[in-house]
């Protein structure tokens, strides 16, 4: 995937720098360069890259920056913070959309104990019907009881399509050959499984795209009828550079909270994502790897693209490359030592993306998650990252 390539790239950078014999001003330049680099050829926005460049130097005055203290982990951490800030959009603090609590009962702006309802919205065959099916799976899966509606009245075959999905992930659904307003059909679905009890009602909308006013207008119909407690934004990860415009014009209209980046197993390069990001200032929440409903370790990929991010956030807190203990370093880290870890990394991480990891506990399960995965990756030194980290000072 694409994004691998953009962490090894990042990586990469922060080792050459690391490495360096003196870390001043155009050691900084150096190691900032490469990073925009690697951004550019994930095919994130300039002004973005440029942004994340100026504001690390903004931060980090090298040659003003006392004797004694670590230059290199000042400048890891501030281009950590700033690629992080890329990836949460800074949020609003909205209570509705505080990540939920524990990351294992519900993913982000959804949490237990009372009903939601979260539309999905985005541009044609951008995934969104596929990824409402994955969406409401996943919380199946989790104990939740989903239900999809399906208000695109605009594509023939779009029921059909849904029914299909559900039926395969035995999800109920609603939707209707005859009725032609999405608005209604929406608001019936919505009443129809509040009354069943239904936790989680998922809309799924007709493809737009920023020119089609009406279609704009009818998507803010949609909405006016059902609510949303959410609006996800749904994108094809091969967008580019126009992500930032579509996703504009749909937060302009509907209050999207959240992203899902769609089609990450082809060659998508998927750094419009990090466009659609800034341009609705909402997190991305999901990956969509696949076609089929059961692809649904989305979450767990979201986490493992964060946890490229938290290896830095590992190596910020100076917490050892080689995690595991004993004499030779070979011994499987006792609980102790995991906890201390754990709390030392929930340190050294931004409190948002922190919660959205779904707190401590969200991200010590992630690194179990990792573990059993096998890759190692979200280990310091564990693979993934260039270099291996010889000589460093
Ligand atoms: N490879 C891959 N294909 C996907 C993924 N998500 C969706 N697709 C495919 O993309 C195509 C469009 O997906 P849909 O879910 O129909 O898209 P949509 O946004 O609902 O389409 P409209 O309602 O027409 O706007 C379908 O062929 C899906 O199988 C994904 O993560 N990976």
């Known amino acids: ?13 922060l080792a050459s720098m690391a490495n360096a014999m003196v870390i001043d001003e155009a050691a900084l330049d150096e190691c900032l360069k490469e990073i925009c680099k ?14 994340m460049r100026s504001n690390v130097k903004k931060r980090v005055n090298v040659e003003e920056l006392a004797a004694g203290l670590n230059k290199r982990k000042i400048i890891e951490k501030a281009v950590f913070d700033e690629i992080c800030a890329m990836l949460d959009g800074g949020g609003d603090g909205d209570e509705k959309k505080a990540a939920a609590k524990d990351g294992a009962s519900g993913s982000y702006g959804v949490r237990k104990g009372k009903p939601h309802v979260v539309m999905f919205v985005g541009l044609q065959g951008s995934g969104k019907t596929t990824t409402c099916t994955k969406y409401a799976y996943w919380h199946k899966k989790k104990g939740w009881k989903p239900a999809l509606v399906c208000a695109d009245t605009f594509r023939a075959g779009a029921f059909d399509q849904l029914k299909q999905n559900a039926t395969k992930a035995q999800i109920p659904f609603y939707g209707s050959y005859e009725e032609t307003d999405p608005a209604v059909i929406a608001q019936q679905g919505v009443e129809l499984f509040r009354r069943e009890g239904r936790d989680l009602i998922i809309v799924d909308t007709s ?12 998507m803010r119909q949609v909405a006016e009828a059902v609510k949303p407690d959410l609006a996800v934004f749904v994108m094809d990860g091969s967008i580019g550079q126009a992500a930032f415009d579509q996703a504009k014009a749909f937060k302009e209209s509907v209050e999207v909270g959240a992203v899902i980046v769609t089609k990450l197993d082809g060659h998508a390069k998927g750094g419009g994502a990090l466009s659609a990001v800034a341009a609705t200032k909402s997190p991305v929440i999901f990956y969509g790897t696949g076609r089929g409903h059961q692809e649904v370790f989305m979450l767990l990929e979201a986490y493992k693209h964060y946890a490229k991010y938290a290896t830095q956030a590992l190596k910020a807190a100076n917490i050892p490359k080689n995690l595991k203990g004993g004499k030779g370093g070979d011994a499987p880290l006792n609980a102790r030592h995991m906890q201390q870890t754990m709390q030392r990394m929930a340190g050294a991480l931004p409190p948002q993306l922190l919660r959205q990891m779904g707190g401590p506990s969200g991200l010590a ?21 260039g270099g291996g980290g010889k000589g460093r000072k």
């Open 1 to 13: 995937m694409v994004l691998n390539e953009l962490g090894r790239g990042i990586t990469s950078a």
């Open 38 to 51: 690697a951004l550019l050829q994930s095919d994130v926005n300039v002004k973005l890259v440029a942004a």
């Open 207 to 218: 493809g737009r795209h920023k020119q089609e006013a009406a279609l704009f207008e009818e």
């Open 365 to 385: 399960q992630l690194m179990k998650s990792m573990e059993q995965m096998g890759g190692g990756g979200m280990m310091p030194g564990g693979g993934g990252g």
